[in-house]
């Protein structure tokens, strides 16, 4: 049984659709690698864009919908203990969370909570 061109081209545009689709969000590195996860509680009422800021710069670990909770990963750098700062930006707001300054060991997780009125959120480390 031949599939016509505009069915098959519509079949193809579906596959990639639900491929897409289930692709993870906020997980630009590699599962494999060592270095610290990120979970980010949002209880703020606007999604937000995270961001880490380490010894190597300032990189954007993903997206955290209203309500949700979300994990990410900043991987290994040379040293086994990072300086690191979290900045969560609200969307449509020009007010942005910080975590402060704090020190991770590779392997370690933090649990950032973020809420409505407190800028600075709740931080910590495990």
Do not use: K
């Not at 040293?79 to 007010?95: G, I, K, N, T, Y």
């Amino acid at each position: 049984m031949r599939i016509p061109t505009r069915s098959a081209a519509m079949f193809a545009l579906a596959c990639a659709s639900a491929a897409c689709a289930s692709a993870p969000t906020g997980a630009p590195f590699s599962r494999d690698d060592t270095g610290v996860d990120v979970v980010v509680e949002n209880h703020a009422w606007t999604d937000l864009s995270v961001y880490a800021s380490t010894g190597g710069g300032q990189h954007r670990l993903g997206h955290v919908t209203s309500g949700r909770t979300a994990t990410f990963r900043i991987p290994s750098m040379a040293h086994r203990v990072m300086d690191v700062e979290l900045f969560a930006d609200p969307l449509a707001s020009s007010e942005l969370h910080r975590s402060g300054r704090f020190i991770v060991r590779e392997g370690q997780r933090v649990v950032w909570t973020v809420h409505e009125n407190r800028l600075g959120g709740e931080l910590t480390i495990r």
